[in-house]
């Protein structure tokens, strides 16, 4: 890289949302790049959740609120699992609902005492790894920031996507989506053999919040016989109904149909002689849930809905084993089992690994090389790194990001419909 005339003497990474097998890659080689260069890093502790309670809780604590990553700290530490510096999901934005908010001194407290435990730290830039709503922080930190006096210490805002759900706008592939897919497959061919055997079935609910993403990747690598997912929930399959909360039109999912499509595979398998399989749905549709079964449920700092109170896989496998005795006038063994977090912290593969540390070294050539501010680092075709301002990827009325679903019809989308068992319609 070669030296530079180094402004950045301090830079702090901060990593928050749920792991992804690659997170190490990401955080060790920004990292070396800057102490390369003799700049001091620090390793912000398990995301926001301390900075946004900075002022209360007193000054930072070097060990339990940061640490100096050094260059012990990222020796073997690319391929290693886990995530060095922790993570967490509080959302110091989180009161931000547009521009003009940030102007409210209560709206905006928890996101100024990040500004100001990051500046007690005399940081000269700050590195943010994480999904869409760690995007939607890092802009608000960045467009805090823009409000402020003329005189007052700002530091530029980089943020790197993470998520094994691949659902960014702005990047083809994000890190950790290949180790979590081929994780989760080999589960899920474990249990082709298991389903076999018992002349069974698993219905896998594969994470997935927004989009289908994972649950596809798993049904092409594991060799389900069926996927769907929220980008399924279309025509026949759904309906509208009236959020009683929102008093607005909401699209749900048509649950007999899903299933009847369900029963249809299973009628097919079984005319091929095969009277098991697997059947991958992504954790997202429990999101096109009538509001009867979503009521009550809660919500995290981001406003999502808790999934795993749903027990979506749980609730559809009974449905699935009724609806086939209706039809059939037989039985099956039908085992709905979740998928997801035995994939997070899982040992990178070399894919990832790769891409993660092409993300961290971007950070650096971002910050220090072109001297950018509010961007998230890309990369495509053969790891050519690029840098989409925060503003191509969040509403800037509404400050919130585009989920990339799978486009019913694309390549991807009909591959998986090639390889599954094919029904009549």
């Not at 659902?167 to 083809?172: L, Q, V």
């Not at 896989?313 to 997801?340: C, F, V």
């Not at 070399?350 to 501010?373: I, W």
Request: charged share 25%; proline share 5%; aromatic share 8%.
């Amino acid at each position: 890289m070669g030296k530079h005339n180094l402004d950045i003497k301090r830079v702090a990474i901060l990593f928050a949302g749920g792991p992804a097998p690659g997170a190490n890659a990401v955080i060790s080689s920004a990292a070396y790049a800057f102490l390369e260069e003799g700049a001091q890093v620090f390793g912000i502790k398990h995301g926001y959740s301390r900075l946004a309670e900075y002022s209360a809780a007193g000054p930072l604590q070097e060990g339990p609120d940061f640490i100096r990553i050094t260059d012990d700290s990222v020796v073997n530490a690319r391929a290693s699992r886990g995530i060095m510096i922790g993570t967490a999901r509080t959302n110091p934005g989180k009161n931000i609902k547009k521009p003009e908010d940030l102007k409210v001194p209560e709206l905006v407290a928890p996101l100024r005492r990040v500004y100001e435990g990051l500046c007690s730290l005399e940081v000269d830039a700050l590195i943010s790894i994480g999904g869409d709503d760690t995007l939607k922080t890092a802009n608000k930190l960045k467009l805090y920031q823009d409000t402020l006096p003329a005189r007052a210490r700002r530091f530029p805002v980089i943020h790197l996507p993470k998520t094994i759900d691949n659902d960014y706008s702005g990047i083809d592939f994000t890190f950790g989506y290949f180790t979590a897919v081929e994780t989760l497959a080999e589960e899920l061919r474990n249990l082709n053999y298991d389903a076999a055997a018992g002349r069974a079935y698993f219905l896998c609910e594969a994470m997935g919040r927004s989009a289908g993403w994972l649950a596809y990747g798993i049904a092409i690598a594991g060799e389900a016989n069926m996927v769907l997912s929220v980008e399924d929930i279309e025509g026949p399959l759904a309906t509208t109904e009236i959020d009683p909360e929102t008093n607005q039109p909401r699209k749900v999912m048509v649950i007999e149909r899903v299933i009847d499509r369900m029963v249809d595979l299973m009628v097919a398998r079984e005319r091929e002689g095969r009277e098991y399989g697997t059947i991958v749905i992504a954790e997202g549709l429990a999101n096109f849930m009538p509001s009867k079964v979503l009521q009550g449920v809660s919500r995290d700092d981001h406003g999502h809905i808790n999934i795993s109170k749903i027990s979506l896989a749980a609730r559809m496998s009974d449905l699935l084993d009724k609806r086939y005795t209706e039809r059939t006038g037989r039985t099956r063994k039908i085992n709905g089992i979740p998928l997801g977090y035995e994939a997070r912290c899982a040992p990178p593969t070399a894919f990832d690994v790769m891409l993660g540390s092409a993300l961290g070294v971007g950070a650096y050539r971002a910050l220090v090389e072109e001297k950018l501010n509010g961007v998230m680092v890309s990369v495509e075709g053969q790891f050519k790194l690029h840098y989409v301002p925060f503003e191509e990827l969040v509403d800037p009325q509404t400050l919130v990001t585009k989920v990339r679903f799978i486009e019913p019809g694309s390549d991807f989308h009909r591959l998986a419909r090639s390889l599954e068992t094919q029904i009549d319609e």
